[in-house]
């Protein structure tokens, strides 16, 4: 069986996850196609031209992969490219859409009102044009406007959780751990970061005293902004950007990570902080309800008000029992639900169900 993956750049680890496990599939030789995308390198008024000579310059690579590997599935990697399955289409190939957000609501946050909804017609134009959908839990069908597209839906895990168990794993007990809330990702609007931050003063007003400490990890546009905050020098150690690699002692420190986002996919963090014993406290947005279930292998937020925020965290403080307990079910979740051998077994039956 042979795969060709496209997708925009190998950089990003989601990316590089995918094609490492369709790599790790027995019997299935996986060919990389990067996307240019030139729109991203234009002024906004140039986009739209842009995006066309990016799906042009595709159309030849899709003709060349399509002569070179008869028997050739596209998979397209949270990317809508119409023309692109256009020609896929046309040259009578099988495609898979792996659908990693709504790009309305993702730049709606952004405040780019005119392009989320060309996002968004672009997007569902690409579900009807596409073999297959695949998405990272039932939850997501909703959020991603997939509803009409259920005999298309495919259901695997997040890609980029293969090897995961490997690279994080529980070192520091529950109990020995300090009052550490921890935030791990981009510092960005649409995952909610600023919300989080705002909390902070609302935690110091509900608390008074022994209040917890922030530990944030990550880069993004709103990394300046927090660092104007001199009123929370005393709350929040920023460190920036960490390693992959060299997440799991921070995991281990937190007594809870929080992630008030207003769109996911499922984020890798989500399955990191669980494989180290660490409760996270989500908005249920995305396939996030797939894996977190409140008070049982997680918690939920209602609302990424910043007073709600706060008042959620100071009361799971509260409930020292209720985080032990939840540390130890996330923990088992993890290992029990998300092997390399299941991941692998779950993307292996569906490309095979494709190729038949």
Known sequence: MKVCLISFNLIFPATRSLLQLLKSIKQVEVHYINYVDYSSRSFPLDKPLGF???????????????????????????????????????????????????????KIVKGHRIFAWLGHFTQIFAY??????????????????????????????????????????????????????????????????????????????????????????????????????????DNVNYIGFIPHNKLRRYYNEMKLLVLPSYTEGMPAVIFEAMACGTPVLATPVGAIPNIIKDCETG?????????????????????????????????????TNFSDEKILEAWRKILIKIEL
């Open 299 to 335: 918690f939920l937020l209602k609302s990424n008000d910043p007073s709600y925020i706060a008042e959620r965290i100071v009361e799971l403080l509260s409930k020292h029992d209720l985080l032990e307990k939840v540390s130890i079910n996330a923990y088992k979740y993890i290992r």
């Open 52 to 106: 066309l000579f990016s799906e042009f310059f595709m159309f030849f690579k899709i003709l060349f992969y399509s002569k070179k590997f008869k028997n050739c599935i596209f998979v397209i990697f949270d990317a809508y490219l119409p023309l692109t399955l256009i020609a896929i289409r046309l040259l009578r190939r099988k495609s898979i859409l792996v659908i990693g957000s709504s790009l309305l609501k993702e």
């Open 128 to 233: 009807y044009l596409s073999d297959n959908l695949v998405i990272f839990g039932e939850y997501m069908t909703d959020w991603v406007y997939a509803n009409k597209f259920s005999s298309k839906i495919r259901i695997a895990p997040q890609p980029i959780i293969y090897a995961l168990i490997n690279n994080f794993y529980l070192e520091k007990p529950y109990r020995n751990r300090k009052a550490i809330i921890g935030y791990v990702g981009a510092l960005t609007e649409h995952k909610g970061f600023h919300l989080l931050i705002e909390s902070i003063k609302y935690i110091k007003t509900g608390m008074k005293d022994n209040y917890p400490k922030f530990l944030i990890i990550g880069s993004g546009s709103l990394e300046e902004e927090l660092r104007k905050r001199k009123d929370l020098y």
